[in-house]
């Protein structure tokens, strides 16, 4: 799958780390009456990596990946991540995933601190600078 990204999301809170790379922005505008047919034909193409921080000591952190492909999505386990300036590569669940990026030093500093909280302990990541 190859995504180009128009809108990067970083987010590090209490709870976990997210980052979600759109194709578009989302101005999707939900409304009650829609089908579930109308609701997945307004969603764009993107691809989430998800921590969430174990709440105690008996929990352990879960890691969560998702495309619009919800057949391509669940559990991140045994994965690669390859940072590069304008690309970012994933090899989950044995299938490339393709990300061209366009951010400036800063939001590229945020990306990787957060891929490096992402992959801690279930997957390998490269940086290539």
């Known amino acids: 799958m190859k995504l180009e990204c ?5 987010s590090d809170e209490e709870l976990g780390c997210t980052i979600t790379f759109s194709q578009e922005k989302e101005e999707t505008k939900w409304e009650s009456n829609m089908s579930i047919e109308e609701l997945t034909r307004s969603l ?10 174990a709440e105690d000591e008996f929990e352990d952190d879960y890691y969560y990946f998702e495309t619009l ?9 045994d994965f690669t991540i390859e940072v ?6 994933i090899n989950y669940n044995n299938e490339l995933f393709e990300i061209t990026i366009n951010v400036n030093n800063k939001e590229f500093d945020d990306l990787k601190a957060s891929l490096k909280k992402i992959a801690n302990k279930e997957g390998q990541l490269k940086i290539y600078e």
Do not use: A, N, T, W
Not at 6 to 10: A, E
Not at 47 to 53: A, D, E, V
Not at 69 to 77: A, C, I, P
Not at 84 to 89: D, N, S, V
């Open 69 to 77: 492909d919800f057949d391509k999505s669940g559990e991140l386990k």
């Open 44 to 53: 764009k193409p993107y691809i989430l990596l998800q921590r969430s921080y």
């Open 84 to 89: 590069h300036r304008k690309q970012i590569l």
């Open 6 to 10: 128009k809108d990067l999301s970083v």
